[in-house]
Protein backbone atom coordinates (compact mmCIF):
# COMPACT_ATOMS: atom_id res chain seq x y z
CA UNK A 1 0.00 0.00 0.00
CA UNK A 2 3.15 2.42 -0.01
CA UNK A 3 2.77 1.90 -3.67
CA UNK A 4 6.61 0.81 -4.23
CA UNK A 5 7.93 3.37 -1.56
CA UNK A 6 10.15 2.57 1.12
CA UNK A 7 7.51 5.16 3.63
CA UNK A 8 4.43 6.12 3.34
CA UNK A 9 6.00 10.10 3.56
CA UNK A 10 8.08 9.64 0.56
CA UNK A 11 4.87 8.00 -1.10
CA UNK A 12 2.81 11.28 -0.13
CA UNK A 13 5.18 13.29 -0.79
CA UNK A 14 5.64 12.14 -4.47
CA UNK A 15 1.83 12.08 -4.81
CA UNK A 16 1.54 15.99 -5.09
CA UNK A 17 1.19 16.79 -8.68
CA UNK A 18 -1.66 14.27 -8.48
CA UNK A 19 -3.43 15.55 -5.16
CA UNK A 20 -3.21 19.18 -6.29
CA UNK A 21 -4.84 18.64 -9.33
CA UNK A 22 -7.31 16.83 -7.17
CA UNK A 23 -7.35 19.32 -5.22
CA UNK A 24 -8.07 22.07 -8.05
CA UNK A 25 -10.41 20.08 -10.48
CA UNK A 26 -13.55 21.59 -10.71
CA UNK A 27 -12.67 24.66 -8.48
CA UNK A 28 -11.20 26.97 -11.45
CA UNK A 29 -13.01 27.59 -14.87
CA UNK A 30 -11.02 26.22 -18.02
CA UNK A 31 -10.66 29.78 -19.00
CA UNK A 32 -9.45 30.70 -15.68
CA UNK A 33 -12.16 33.39 -15.31
CA UNK A 34 -13.85 31.90 -12.26
CA UNK A 35 -12.81 30.50 -9.52
CA UNK A 36 -15.85 28.11 -7.93
CA UNK A 37 -15.86 27.44 -4.47
CA UNK A 38 -19.39 26.14 -3.35
CA UNK A 39 -19.18 27.04 0.58
CA UNK A 40 -18.37 31.12 -0.65
CA UNK A 41 -20.78 30.95 -3.40
CA UNK A 42 -23.73 30.20 -1.59
CA UNK A 43 -22.01 32.43 1.58
CA UNK A 44 -21.34 35.38 -0.95
CA UNK A 45 -23.00 37.76 1.68
CA UNK A 46 -21.65 37.07 4.21
CA UNK A 47 -17.86 37.00 2.99
CA UNK A 48 -18.76 40.35 1.27
CA UNK A 49 -20.08 42.04 4.88
CA UNK A 50 -16.84 40.23 6.66
CA UNK A 51 -15.61 42.87 8.99
CA UNK A 52 -12.69 40.20 10.43
CA UNK A 53 -11.28 36.63 8.99
CA UNK A 54 -9.81 34.64 12.21
CA UNK A 55 -7.86 31.55 11.08
CA UNK A 56 -7.26 28.90 14.04
CA UNK A 57 -5.41 25.76 13.03
CA UNK A 58 -2.80 23.89 15.05
CA UNK A 59 0.96 22.47 13.39
CA UNK A 60 1.37 22.63 9.99
CA UNK A 61 -2.32 23.62 9.59
CA UNK A 62 -1.31 26.78 11.15
CA UNK A 63 1.08 27.66 8.90
CA UNK A 64 -0.59 27.25 6.25
CA UNK A 65 -3.24 29.39 7.86
CA UNK A 66 -0.34 32.02 8.14
CA UNK A 67 0.00 31.95 4.59
CA UNK A 68 -3.75 31.58 3.50
CA UNK A 69 -4.38 35.17 6.36
CA UNK A 70 -1.93 37.02 4.27
CA UNK A 71 -3.52 36.25 0.46
CA UNK A 72 -7.01 37.09 2.46
CA UNK A 73 -5.94 40.37 3.11
CA UNK A 74 -3.77 41.42 0.31
CA UNK A 75 -6.30 40.33 -1.81
CA UNK A 76 -9.30 40.04 -0.51
CA UNK A 77 -8.58 43.54 1.83
CA UNK A 78 -10.36 41.62 4.25
CA UNK A 79 -8.47 42.11 8.00
CA UNK A 80 -7.17 38.69 8.36
CA UNK A 81 -5.86 37.23 11.83
CA UNK A 82 -3.74 34.11 12.57
CA UNK A 83 -4.73 31.77 15.81
CA UNK A 84 -3.53 28.77 17.28
CA UNK A 85 -6.20 27.25 17.88
CA UNK A 86 -4.93 26.21 21.68
CA UNK A 87 -4.68 30.13 22.07
CA UNK A 88 -7.91 31.10 20.55
CA UNK A 89 -9.65 28.90 22.75
CA UNK A 90 -8.47 30.39 26.11
CA UNK A 91 -8.01 33.75 24.89
CA UNK A 92 -11.69 35.16 25.38
CA UNK A 93 -11.37 36.91 22.16
CA UNK A 94 -13.55 39.32 20.80
CA UNK A 95 -15.63 37.65 18.18
CA UNK A 96 -19.00 38.66 16.86
CA UNK A 97 -21.84 37.89 13.87
CA UNK A 98 -19.71 40.07 11.60
CA UNK A 99 -16.57 37.60 11.82
CA UNK A 100 -15.63 34.55 9.77
CA UNK A 101 -13.50 31.79 11.76
CA UNK A 102 -11.91 29.35 8.97
CA UNK A 103 -10.74 26.52 10.96
CA UNK A 104 -8.08 24.44 8.96
CA UNK A 105 -7.27 20.66 9.72
CA UNK A 106 -5.86 17.83 8.02
CA UNK A 107 -7.65 15.08 10.36
CA UNK A 108 -10.83 16.88 11.10
CA UNK A 109 -10.33 15.50 14.67
CA UNK A 110 -7.99 17.59 16.42
CA UNK A 111 -9.33 18.53 20.05
CA UNK A 112 -7.95 22.27 19.94
CA UNK A 113 -9.31 23.43 16.96
CA UNK A 114 -12.80 21.53 17.66
CA UNK A 115 -12.94 23.75 20.88
CA UNK A 116 -11.86 26.80 19.14
CA UNK A 117 -15.03 26.14 16.51
CA UNK A 118 -17.37 25.58 19.80
CA UNK A 119 -16.35 28.73 21.25
CA UNK A 120 -16.64 31.00 17.80
CA UNK A 121 -19.77 29.54 16.90
CA UNK A 122 -21.25 30.16 20.90
CA UNK A 123 -20.16 33.58 19.68
CA UNK A 124 -21.95 33.99 16.89
CA UNK A 125 -19.27 33.54 14.12
CA UNK A 126 -20.13 31.96 10.95
CA UNK A 127 -17.39 29.12 10.79
CA UNK A 128 -15.83 27.64 7.92
CA UNK A 129 -13.71 24.50 7.75
CA UNK A 130 -10.98 23.25 6.02
CA UNK A 131 -10.29 19.70 5.83
CA UNK A 132 -9.24 16.86 4.57
CA UNK A 133 -11.24 13.94 6.10
CA UNK A 134 -14.58 13.95 4.79
CA UNK A 135 -17.42 13.87 7.37
CA UNK A 136 -14.78 14.70 10.27
CA UNK A 137 -15.60 15.81 13.26
CA UNK A 138 -14.45 19.43 12.04
CA UNK A 139 -15.80 19.12 8.69
CA UNK A 140 -19.50 18.54 10.51
CA UNK A 141 -19.08 20.86 13.04
CA UNK A 142 -18.38 24.11 10.99
CA UNK A 143 -21.62 25.76 9.30
CA UNK A 144 -19.93 25.00 5.55
CA UNK A 145 -16.49 24.14 4.07
CA UNK A 146 -14.03 23.16 1.63
CA UNK A 147 -12.31 19.81 1.30
CA UNK A 148 -8.92 19.99 0.12
CA UNK A 149 -9.48 16.23 -1.59
CA UNK A 150 -5.42 15.25 -0.71
CA UNK A 151 -6.66 11.76 0.14
CA UNK A 152 -5.52 9.83 3.02
CA UNK A 153 -2.23 11.03 5.11
CA UNK A 154 -0.84 8.23 6.99
CA UNK A 155 2.73 9.99 7.69
CA UNK A 156 2.49 11.80 10.65
CA UNK A 157 4.33 14.34 9.06
CA UNK A 158 1.79 16.35 7.17
CA UNK A 159 3.25 17.28 3.33
CA UNK A 160 0.86 17.07 0.91
CA UNK A 161 -2.01 18.51 3.22
CA UNK A 162 0.01 21.11 3.86
CA UNK A 163 0.02 21.92 -0.02
CA UNK A 164 -3.36 21.47 -0.54
CA UNK A 165 -4.33 23.35 2.15
CA UNK A 166 -2.24 26.49 1.22
CA UNK A 167 -4.05 25.54 -2.43
CA UNK A 168 -7.38 25.78 -1.36
CA UNK A 169 -6.79 28.74 1.13
CA UNK A 170 -5.41 30.29 -2.26
CA UNK A 171 -8.28 29.51 -3.84
CA UNK A 172 -10.64 31.32 -1.19
CA UNK A 173 -9.29 34.21 -1.13
CA UNK A 174 -9.28 34.34 -4.91
CA UNK A 175 -12.74 33.42 -4.85
CA UNK A 176 -13.78 36.31 -1.87
CA UNK A 177 -12.15 38.72 -3.80
CA UNK A 178 -13.77 38.07 -6.98
CA UNK A 179 -16.98 38.24 -5.23
CA UNK A 180 -15.78 41.71 -3.45
CA UNK A 181 -13.96 42.66 -6.52
CA UNK A 182 -10.75 43.59 -4.93
CA UNK A 183 -9.12 42.14 -7.48
CA UNK A 184 -9.18 43.24 -11.41
CA UNK A 185 -10.17 40.23 -13.59
CA UNK A 186 -6.72 40.11 -15.38
CA UNK A 187 -5.00 39.80 -12.24
CA UNK A 188 -7.89 36.76 -11.04
CA UNK A 189 -7.07 35.32 -14.72
CA UNK A 190 -3.29 35.40 -14.45
CA UNK A 191 -3.08 34.13 -10.74
CA UNK A 192 -5.82 30.96 -11.21
CA UNK A 193 -3.59 30.32 -14.39
CA UNK A 194 -0.91 30.22 -12.32
CA UNK A 195 -2.39 27.54 -10.13
CA UNK A 196 -3.32 25.06 -12.37
CA UNK A 197 0.15 25.04 -13.73
CA UNK A 198 1.58 23.81 -10.07
CA UNK A 199 0.62 20.35 -10.32
CA UNK A 200 3.05 20.24 -13.42
CA UNK A 201 6.14 22.43 -11.34
CA UNK A 202 5.75 20.11 -8.47
CA UNK A 203 6.22 17.24 -11.15
CA UNK A 204 9.49 18.87 -12.27
CA UNK A 205 10.94 20.23 -8.51
CA UNK A 206 10.52 16.23 -7.53
CA UNK A 207 13.45 16.02 -9.76
CA UNK A 208 15.88 17.37 -7.29
CA UNK A 209 15.02 14.06 -4.99
CA UNK A 210 18.33 12.52 -5.89
CA UNK A 211 20.51 15.55 -5.50
CA UNK A 212 18.40 16.87 -1.70
CA UNK A 213 19.33 12.55 -0.63
CA UNK A 214 22.96 13.48 -1.76
CA UNK A 215 23.37 16.65 0.41
CA UNK A 216 21.49 15.28 3.22
CA UNK A 217 24.80 13.34 3.82
CA UNK A 218 26.59 16.64 4.67
CA UNK A 219 23.88 17.45 7.08
CA UNK A 220 22.77 14.02 8.65
CA UNK A 221 24.45 14.49 12.26
CA UNK A 222 24.22 18.29 12.89
CA UNK A 223 22.38 19.41 15.70
CA UNK A 224 20.83 22.17 14.59
CA UNK A 225 19.60 24.11 12.01
CA UNK A 226 17.89 27.73 10.39
CA UNK A 227 15.47 28.23 8.22
CA UNK A 228 14.79 31.89 6.77
CA UNK A 229 12.18 33.18 4.37
CA UNK A 230 10.28 36.30 4.00
CA UNK A 231 6.86 37.58 3.51
CA UNK A 232 4.65 34.49 2.03
CA UNK A 233 7.97 32.76 2.63
CA UNK A 234 8.27 32.93 6.07
CA UNK A 235 5.48 30.69 7.35
CA UNK A 236 7.32 28.45 5.01
CA UNK A 237 10.25 28.48 6.90
CA UNK A 238 8.48 27.68 10.00
CA UNK A 239 7.19 24.34 8.81
CA UNK A 240 10.29 23.38 6.89
CA UNK A 241 11.67 23.55 10.32
CA UNK A 242 8.65 21.79 11.66
CA UNK A 243 9.39 19.09 9.61
CA UNK A 244 13.00 18.48 10.40
CA UNK A 245 12.54 18.71 13.81
CA UNK A 246 8.90 16.41 14.16
CA UNK A 247 10.82 13.85 12.04
CA UNK A 248 14.55 14.08 12.75
CA UNK A 249 14.85 15.03 15.94
CA UNK A 250 17.25 17.87 14.95
CA UNK A 251 16.67 21.33 16.52
CA UNK A 252 15.53 23.80 13.69
CA UNK A 253 13.71 27.48 14.43
CA UNK A 254 11.97 29.40 11.31
CA UNK A 255 11.85 33.06 11.02
CA UNK A 256 11.69 35.83 9.02
CA UNK A 257 14.95 36.33 7.77
CA UNK A 258 14.93 40.20 8.45
CA UNK A 259 14.68 39.00 12.36
CA UNK A 260 18.27 37.47 11.51
CA UNK A 261 19.79 40.69 13.11
CA UNK A 262 17.81 40.68 16.12
CA UNK A 263 19.22 37.67 17.48
CA UNK A 264 19.65 34.45 16.16
CA UNK A 265 22.62 35.84 14.21
CA UNK A 266 24.57 35.05 17.20
CA UNK A 267 23.98 31.05 16.49
CA UNK A 268 26.10 31.45 13.32
CA UNK A 269 29.09 29.15 13.10
CA UNK A 270 30.25 26.78 11.26
CA UNK A 271 28.16 24.29 12.95
CA UNK A 272 24.95 25.89 11.86
CA UNK A 273 23.26 25.07 8.20
CA UNK A 274 20.92 28.52 7.42
CA UNK A 275 18.15 26.71 4.83
CA UNK A 276 16.97 30.02 2.39
CA UNK A 277 13.52 30.17 1.09
CA UNK A 278 14.59 32.59 -1.39
CA UNK A 279 13.25 32.57 -4.82
CA UNK A 280 12.70 35.69 -7.04
CA UNK A 281 10.42 37.96 -5.76
CA UNK A 282 10.07 41.81 -4.55
CA UNK A 283 12.52 41.14 -1.40
CA UNK A 284 14.94 38.94 -3.15
CA UNK A 285 17.68 41.58 -2.58
CA UNK A 286 17.40 41.96 0.75
CA UNK A 287 17.43 38.04 1.30
CA UNK A 288 20.93 37.99 -0.59
CA UNK A 289 22.08 40.03 1.63
CA UNK A 290 20.95 37.73 4.62
CA UNK A 291 23.05 34.80 3.23
CA UNK A 292 25.70 37.01 2.79
CA UNK A 293 25.75 37.72 6.16
CA UNK A 294 25.61 33.99 7.07
CA UNK A 295 28.73 33.38 4.92
CA UNK A 296 30.66 36.08 6.39
CA UNK A 297 30.15 34.30 9.91
CA UNK A 298 31.37 30.74 8.59
CA UNK A 299 27.82 29.42 8.09
CA UNK A 300 27.10 26.82 5.41
CA UNK A 301 23.82 27.85 2.80
CA UNK A 302 21.24 25.72 1.17
CA UNK A 303 19.55 27.72 -0.40
CA UNK A 304 16.13 27.51 -2.43
CA UNK A 305 15.99 29.84 -5.64
CA UNK A 306 13.88 30.38 -8.86
CA UNK A 307 15.58 28.98 -11.69
CA UNK A 308 17.55 31.19 -13.58
CA UNK A 309 19.10 33.29 -10.55
CA UNK A 310 21.85 34.72 -11.25
CA UNK A 311 23.01 35.90 -7.65
CA UNK A 312 22.55 33.08 -5.23
CA UNK A 313 24.19 30.19 -6.78
CA UNK A 314 27.59 31.63 -6.58
CA UNK A 315 27.68 32.42 -2.48
CA UNK A 316 25.06 29.51 -1.29
CA UNK A 317 27.05 26.08 -0.77
CA UNK A 318 24.14 24.44 -2.06
CA UNK A 319 21.01 25.22 -4.47
CA UNK A 320 17.80 23.86 -5.33
CA UNK A 321 16.54 25.29 -7.68
CA UNK A 322 12.36 25.58 -8.40
CA UNK A 323 10.68 26.54 -11.20
CA UNK A 324 9.00 30.31 -11.25
CA UNK A 325 5.41 31.23 -9.96
CA UNK A 326 3.81 34.56 -8.76
CA UNK A 327 4.79 35.07 -5.01
CA UNK A 328 1.76 34.04 -3.12
CA UNK A 329 2.09 30.29 -4.57
CA UNK A 330 5.96 29.74 -4.14
CA UNK A 331 5.79 28.55 -0.69
CA UNK A 332 3.42 25.44 -2.75
CA UNK A 333 6.36 24.58 -4.53
CA UNK A 334 9.56 25.72 -1.92
CA UNK A 335 8.11 23.55 0.27
CA UNK A 336 8.67 20.08 -1.14
CA UNK A 337 12.52 20.30 -1.17
CA UNK A 338 11.70 21.40 2.72
CA UNK A 339 10.53 17.94 2.37
CA UNK A 340 12.26 15.83 0.68
CA UNK A 341 15.24 17.49 3.17
CA UNK A 342 13.74 16.61 6.41
CA UNK A 343 12.98 13.01 5.01
CA UNK A 344 16.46 12.13 3.56
CA UNK A 345 17.98 13.40 7.08
CA UNK A 346 15.84 11.53 8.86
CA UNK A 347 16.30 8.41 6.68
CA UNK A 348 19.88 8.39 6.87
CA UNK A 349 20.08 9.30 10.95
CA UNK A 350 17.54 5.42 10.94
CA UNK A 351 15.00 7.29 12.11
CA UNK A 352 10.56 6.18 11.80
CA UNK A 353 10.26 8.45 9.51
CA UNK A 354 6.27 7.70 9.56
CA UNK A 355 5.47 6.95 13.59
CA UNK A 356 8.02 9.97 15.20
CA UNK A 357 8.83 9.01 18.94
CA UNK A 358 6.25 10.87 21.07
CA UNK A 359 3.72 11.93 18.53
CA UNK A 360 0.68 11.11 16.98
CA UNK A 361 -0.99 11.47 13.65
CA UNK A 362 -3.95 13.49 15.08
CA UNK A 363 -4.26 14.94 18.46
CA UNK A 364 -7.50 14.56 20.01
CA UNK A 365 -6.35 15.19 23.12
CA UNK A 366 -5.51 18.68 24.87
O1 LIG B 1 -5.10 17.21 11.64
P1 LIG B 1 -4.64 18.59 11.88
O2 LIG B 1 -4.32 19.34 10.62
O3 LIG B 1 -5.61 19.39 12.72
O4 LIG B 1 -3.32 18.47 12.72
C1 LIG B 1 -2.64 19.57 13.21
C2 LIG B 1 -1.26 19.21 13.69
O5 LIG B 1 -1.32 18.29 14.73
C3 LIG B 1 -0.40 18.64 12.57
O6 LIG B 1 -0.31 19.50 11.47
C4 LIG B 1 1.03 18.35 13.06
O7 LIG B 1 1.70 19.55 13.36
C5 LIG B 1 1.79 17.52 12.02
N1 LIG B 1 2.39 16.39 12.62
C6 LIG B 1 2.83 18.31 11.29
O8 LIG B 1 3.53 17.57 10.35
Same mark, same amino acid.
Given at each position: ????????????????????????????????????????????????????????????????????????????????????????????????????????????????????????????????????????????????????????????????????????????????????????????????????? =? /? &?????? $??????? !?? #? +???????????????????????????????????????????????????????????????????????????????????????????????? =? /? &?????? $??????? !?? #? +?????????????????????????????????????
Amino acid at each position: EKGGYPHFMLKEIFEQPNTLFDCIRGRISADGTKVQLSGIEDNASRFINAKRIVLVACGTSWHAGLIGGRLIEELARIPARVEYASEFRYANPVISSDDIVIAISQSGETADTLAAIKLAKERGAFVYGVCNVVGSSIARATDTGTYIHVGPEIGVASTKAFTGQVTVLTMMALAIAQLKGTISPDALRSTAQSICK =I /P &SQIKQT $LKLNDKI !EQ #L +SRTYTYVHNFLYLGRGYNYPTALEGALKLKEISYIHAEGYPAAEMKHGPIALIDKELPTVFIAPKDELHEKVVSNIQQVKARGGSVIAIVTAGDEI =I /P &SMADHV $LEIPSSP !EC #L +SPIIASIPLQLLAYHIAVMKGCDVDMPRNLAKSVTVE
